[in-house]
């Protein structure tokens, strides 16, 4: 699997498991953390726990093991990095204190619409 269609994989999984203000972005050119990151919002601290553990369960399944998590004590954000993917999941309040979409604005934003429909 491409980074791109592991990044696109992921946030069909967050999807699913109902994560708002899905975001992608293409980091490649920018920094050398990793080719995408990947951005969702959960509803709770429960609901953030959910996401990240389905995201891990599932993607694990498919042969992509996590690398590393962070935060996962913690009830606001938990990062998992998949070296080519990483993937914060946050709460409201810390994706909007974070504002790391803010600061990744100058990579590519990868259109999920042909990949992911909202319900």
Do not use: C
């Amino acid at each position: 699997m491409t980074p791109f269609e592991h990044a696109v994989e992921a946030a069909k999984i967050l999807s699913d498991k109902k994560a708002k203000n899905l975001n992608v972005i293409k980091i490649t050119e920018l920094s050398s953390l990793g080719d995408y990151m990947v951005f969702a919002t959960g509803n709770n601290s429960t609901h953030v726990k959910a996401l990240a553990d389905e995201l891990e369960f599932q993607l694990k399944s498919m042969g992509m093991p996590v690398h590393h998590i962070e935060g996962y004590r913690s009830d606001s954000w938990i990062l998992l990095d998949y070296t080519d993917v990483i993937v914060h999941v946050f709460s409201d309040e810390a994706r909007e204190y974070y504002s790391l979409d803010r600061l990744w604005q100058d990579g590519e934003v990868v259109d999920l619409t042909p990949y992911i429909t909202e319900d």
